[in-house]
C-alpha cells in the first residue's frame, strides 16, 4: 500500500477538498399526479410507474 512520504500543507488538502461539491437531486413531475418524483422511480405520492399503479408505494403512502 503506498504510504505519502510528507505531510500535506492545508493549503494543499483545502484545494484538494474543494473540488467536492454537492449537486440539488433532479425532481420531475408525475405525469398521474403531477407530484414531484425522482426519476425513474415510482412516485411516492401516487405510486404510478410508467403507466402502471404499484400497491406497495400506494400502501406506504396510506400509511404515513
Same mark, same amino acid.
Given at each position: 500500500?503506498?504510504?505519502?512520504?510528507?505531510?500535506?500543507?492545508?493549503?494543499?488538502?483545502?484545494?484538494?477538498?474543494?473540488?467536492?461539491?454537492?449537486?440539488?437531486?433532479?425532481?420531475?413531475? +408525475? *405525469?398521474? #399526479?403531477? &407530484?414531484? =418524483?425522482?426519476?425513474?422511480? %415510482? +412516485? *411516492?405520492? #401516487?405510486? &404510478?410507474? =410508467?403507466?402502471?399503479?404499484? %400497491?406497495?408505494?400506494?400502501?406506504?403512502?396510506?400509511?404515513?
Amino acid at each position: 500500500m503506498a504510504v505519502p512520504k510528507r505531510k500535506m500543507s492545508r493549503s494543499n488538502t483545502r484545494a484538494r477538498r474543494s473540488q467536492w461539491k454537492t449537486t440539488a437531486t433532479t425532481l420531475t413531475s +408525475c *405525469p398521474t #399526479c403531477k &407530484a414531484d =418524483k425522482l426519476p425513474h422511480a %415510482a +412516485c *411516492p405520492s #401516487c405510486g &404510478a410507474y =410508467k403507466g402502471r399503479a404499484y %400497491a406497495e408505494a400506494v400502501r406506504g403512502e396510506l400509511a404515513n
